[in-house]
């Protein structure tokens, strides 16, 4: 660890790389507010036909793997092949820029999702009563809708954070020769420096981990803007010609920074499938038959880890939920439980490596179990717990008095009640886990998942053309798509309570 | 002053399967208490909330004080809305909750404060004014809800089932409060309710709704000695209902009810040898014991009894296995026990014949 501190260089480097990884997240989650927002409201509230088809596609860059999306973003703003085409000349060249572009690509659904869901949910009628009490639609949603939404807007603000401050995968291929934290502690890995790499995966843990229990203790206390009111002002914007133009420049954001880039990998995927490419592929000549194996690991351990954590998760759920620990320990439990999710995954498969590999009897698939399970965790918890709060307290009482033992009414109660949630977060998990790059290159050293192939092939360490760096892309996407379509349309059977 | 005039409105929901207001004219006069009444789905408050500006008619028109105000939004209405639950907002304290209204129409901070404090000391709510909604109860709730609405200065003021939340006590404490502040104040009130009670004891005049239709308007007293259809006839009050024939109709009418059974009305508007529903309200039956011969008179045994404090009712099987519900002052007259044989009359002018409904009568009764 020293060597940081004796190399003002390298000090100045791992100094800068945090910094950036936090400006960016700082920014880009606050970008995704302020567009997602008004896309969540229209989505929800708009009255068009076409609202169910932008809603699904709105979707669309959950189900592309980030490291594929990496790939495709570099391909649309930066080589000839995409938009650089109109201009001439490479439009952003890999940095900073392509960083921020990449990370609101991948972050945006997730706000847009969570506020969809807070929009859902709210009771409308608190914002009638804001109209019949004279308030423009602009002043009802400010001072009354956007003030009992503000959970989830904070929600989704963090989460959004902790995507951007933890995604490796996709950046390693847009970043160039900027660093951030994730990227600095790549190349510290990829150069053998173990000293450097602790250290920032060390201040990265902390600090998120320092930011998101602050969130959590301040964000409750945060005042909405909603004494003033400027009537006429808000009048004037709550006309259907503004909200007309909200709407318009919120489908224009999401068609050409998220949707058109997310997808623009397809175009060398069909290019490769006229080349003789894809014969290639289906018959694993040359680089393929490392594809295949490792697509083939990618699924291998995205189930090992969905039904342990479901094993493991469940009972976690419940703890959490009912706080049968008492309320301060289910709190630090939540807390805890929470970390993973903040924190850059790739510090954690650092960290998770260096430990682990004190046990040299675990198998390198062991580790890539162990780091994406700690990674996938959180998400299945959440699910789950607010789920599980959800169930009325009666219906369990009411179960136990009918004799009914603990086990019982988790068995014929909670788990009926909470299926929808528990195949719901188990698609997350699966996703998350055929996705995740960070912590997987942390903890790999021979194995390689499809996203860490994918890098190498990209970076030029195993020699691919990019038809069929495209196509490999586009089978990760088509497989996944498969995969939760296949979950969506089982749980689509299960009926939601 | 606040008249609503609604003309022909019709209102479809589940792209037009679901017709929730069916063609509705009515007028509400300025000042006055006016109550939809009507079962779950009847349509009370999709009309109310398009009185409001809350939904669009699909067909028709919606005046108030003379102006035709379908593209008018909610907030240019100058109305007053309670809801039923309230919908205090949750993140202000009672006093902002209060206020908000003047405080999107941007009045003056010294009048804010006027109105603020006269309302909540009309509703005794002022030393309250730092508490969050979910530190009061129901009742205190809805005073709030109340205040807040009629803190805008609006002279209409619409009620979704205000005191359907509340416990029965305090509904009926709170219906007369409302009642006397509605015209203390000089307010015009539209009121949503299913509690046909509620209705007759708050309103001047009252609409009975059913399947998006109005069947009848009137005064509470119009509405029970003069029904127009069965429907209103059994959700006003109580009611008995025994099927029969037109036999003859001379100065009055004579009905053969089953079992060649003959009663007769003042009514004479119906024909000979029409079906027919007649109704006859439980308090109107005399009830003797033994057989008597009168006019009216039908014999039968008391088969049940029920002590419901102020009256006593008594389910009488008739001869002809027909059953009617008299209910008698509990401190006036004799009591009869089960099994008595038993002559039940009713007067004349007290039976109220309707045409047999080509549905059915259940159908035509049912609520749901």
Known sequence: MGQVFEDSGLTSRAVSAISASFLIAIFVSLVDIVT???????????????????DTLADIPFIVPTVTLGYSLLLFWNKPEGISSLF???LISPGWLLIILLHFTFSYPVVVRVIVGALQDYKYVYEE????????????????????LKPSIIASFVLAFARSLSETGATVFVAGTFENGPIFIKNAIDNGQEGPMVLVSLILILVSATIFVAIRALGPKLKMPVKRIWPSTERVLSHIGAVTIRNSVSIVIFLFLVLIPSLFVAFPAINAITSGTLSDALGSVGVWSGYWQSLGLSYLVAAIVTLLNVIVGLPMAVLIARKRMGKVLAAILDTFVNVPLIVPSIALGASMGIFWKNFAFIPEIGLIIFAHLSITYPYFVRAMAAAIERIDMDLEDASRILGAKPFTVFKTIILPLTKYSLFAGAIMMFARSVDETGATLAVVTTLKTAPV???DWVKGKVSATPLEIGLGCAFLIIFSFVVLLVLRLFVRGRGRY | MPEVKVVNVS????????????????????????????????????????????????EGEIYIDGKLVNNVPPEDRDIGFVFQTYALFPHMDVWDNVTYGPRVKAWNEEKNERIGREMLEMVRLY??????????????????????????????LLLDEPLGALDAKIRLELRNELRRLVKDLELTAIHVTHDQSEAMAISDRIAVMRKGKMLQVGTPQELYMNPQHLFVANFIGESNFLEGHIEKVEKETTIELRGEKFVNVSDTTKKRGERIVLMVRPETFA?????????????????????????????????????????????????FNVDDEVTVSFPPDKGYVFTYPSKGLMEELAVE
């Not at chain 1, 009563?129 to 009992?148: D, E, H, M, P």
């Not at chain 2, 004219?25 to 398009?50: A, H, N, V, W």
């Not at chain 2, 969050?132 to 200065?153: C, H, I, K, W």
């Not at chain 2, 011969?293 to 045994?301: D, E, I, T």
């Open chain 1, 36 to 54: 997602g927002l008004p896309m969540a409201w229209f989505i929800v509230r708009g009255r068009t036909r076409w609202l169910g088809i932008i």
């Open chain 1, 88 to 90: 001439g000349n490479s």
């Open chain 1, 129 to 148: 009563a804001s109209r019949t009490l004279g308030a423009a639609s602009l002043t009802a949603a400010r001072t009354v809708t956007l003030s009992i």
């Open chain 1, 453 to 455: 192939l994918l890098v």
């Open chain 2, 11 to 58: 209102k479809k929901f589940g792209g037009g399967k679901i017709v929730a207001v069916d063609n509705v004219s009515l007028q509400i006069y300025d000042k006055e208490y006016f109550s939809f009444l009507g079962p779950s789905g009847c349509g009370k408050t999709t009309l109310l909330r398009m009185i409001a500006g809350l939904l669009q008619p699909d």
């Open chain 2, 127 to 156: 030393e309250r004014a730092d508490a969050f909604p979910n530190e009061l109860s129901g009742g205190m709730m809805q005073r709030v809800a109340l205040s807040r609405a009629l803190a805008t200065g609006s002279k209409l």
């Open chain 2, 287 to 335: 009830m003797e014991k033994g057989k008597k011969r009168k006019m009216n008179s039908l014999y039968g045994h008391v088969d049940r009894l029920r002590f419901e404090g102020t009256h006593i009712r008594y389910g009488i099987r008739l001869e002809n296995e027909d059953h009617v519900e008299i209910s008698r002052p509990t401190l006036v007259g004799e009591w």
